[in-house]
């Protein structure tokens, strides 16, 4: 029989309605967010508001297969820290904090789980976490992505800066989209947009692709934004979310239809010929 829950969202249900909902909806999203600065004309909640959005899209499209769990609201944002109000947890903090919630779910039956994380920051953590809980939970499938890099293709239609990134165009424009109180319109500025506006060793650190050289952002923009804020847009914003939604849903509409994970590897041996 259909199942029409009250809401996909974990923390908005009682236990009784989980129980019932559990084995329809056989995949747990586990937003990841950040409490980072975005620049003079974004909020800090931004990453966080944009993975949170992003989640419950995908889990209305696909209801009631998906549910959600309460967004992790602080990334890792050390090179941030220059910009007052950044909260930053430690890459083995997070990591231990997605571990135990993802560890949670299979404790209670989930064995499908989707990582999104909102926050760039994070992905190494991320990378880590998720080899983890495979070692840990042989029978569990997990698979994670950004939000941004889902749809890297438009991006570089829809992107006008040469060096974009943190607070530009892209992610403001997501931003008016996903949350129109995220954004200051008035106080939006140009950041880095050009190989120009960086110092040398920001120029070296985006010289050489597949080269990784991090640089704080307050080593790259005195603003802590990178690409032009001004040129984003809400038709922009609709674009990349709905495109990213539809592509997440995708994968996960096949995701779905996995058979279940084997605690050991069924291997074959190709017998050898006698010489």
Do not use: C
């Amino acid at each position: 029989m259909p199942i029409a829950p009250r809401s996909h969202r974990l923390a908005d249900l009682t236990w009784p309605e989980i129980d019932d909902l559990r084995p329809h909806a056989p995949v747990a999203i586990v937003p990841l967010g950040a409490t980072e600065q975005h620049g003079h004309g974004l909020a800090q909640r931004t990453d966080t508001t944009r993975a949170e959005v992003v989640a419950d899209l995908v889990a209305q499209h696909l209801s009631p297969k998906v549910v959600v769990t309460p967004v992790i609201p602080v990334g890792v944002s050390e090179h941030h820290m220059a910009f007052p109000g950044t909260l930053t947890l430690s890459p083995i903090t997070l990591q231990q904090v997605i571990v135990e919630l993802v560890t949670s779910l299979h404790r209670h039956g989930w064995r499908k789980v989707y990582v999104l994380t909102g926050h760039g920051g994070n992905n190494a953590t991320v990378e880590v976490a998720v080899t983890r809980l495979r070692t840990d939970l042989p029978d569990l499938h997990i698979a994670w992505s950004g939000i941004t890099p889902v749809v890297s293709d438009l991006v570089s239609k829809l992107s006008e800066s040469r060096i974009g990134g943190h607070s530009s165009e892209i992610e403001t424009s997501q931003a008016m989209f996903a949350d129109p109180d995220l954004v200051l319109p008035e106080r939006l500025t140009p950041g880095s947009s050009t190989f120009d506006d960086l110092d040398q060793a920001g120029k070296l650190s985006r010289s050489r692709p597949g080269i990784h050289f991090p640089q704080s952002y307050h080593d790259l923009s005195k603003t802590g934004t990178l690409g032009d804020a001004t040129k984003s847009s809400v038709e922009i914003g609709a674009r990349l979310v709905e495109a990213t939604v539809e592509r997440i849903s995708g994968f996960l509409q096949d995701f779905l239809d996995l058979p279940e994970r084997q605690s050991a590897p069924t291997l074959t041996r190709i017998p050898q010929e006698t010489p």
